[in-house]
């Protein structure tokens, strides 16, 4: 099994910066895309950032410009660089991993979630 370890979450005022992580570990033979997702209460899940198999990098409008997303091959690590946070920026962000395991078994993750919360 491929286990996602999520931190970096917590409480922080407008302007304010977070930057979160998403460890991935098991026997991982390929990873082909990696993103980032947030849930706000009573909203729908969405995408927030991402890399695809490419290793392009995708931004939901909102945060262009203010986060960035970022890998660590070596860790099978990826960060999200929040800055210039805003109120609606808060929610549950959730770390999403797809790839090969051993075996060469498809796989697919997610994090457990982190809270950011951001006070106006």
């Known amino acids: 099994q491929v286990q996602l370890v999520e931190s970096g979450g917590g409480l922080v005022q407008a302007g304010g910066s977070l930057r979160l992580s998403c460890a991935a570990s098991?026997?991982?033979?390929?990873?082909?895309?990696m993103a980032w997702y947030r849930q706000a209460p009573g909203k729908q899940r969405e995408l927030v950032a991402g890399?695809?198999?490419?290793?392009?990098?995708n931004y939901v409008e909102s945060v262009k410009g203010r986060f960035t997303i970022s890998r660590d091959n070596a860790k099978n690590t990826m960060y999200l660089q929040m800055n210039s946070l805003r109120p609606e920026d808060t929610a549950v962000y959730y770390c999403?991993?797809?790839?090969?395991?051993?075996?060469?078994?498809?796989?697919?993750?997610w994090g457990q979630g982190t809270q950011v919360t951001v006070s106006s």
């Open positions: 999403n991993v797809n790839g090969i395991r051993a075996g060469w078994m498809t796989f697919g993750s």
């Open positions: 098991g026997n991982i033979l390929q990873i082909n895309a």
């Open positions: 890399f695809t198999s490419g290793g392009s990098t």
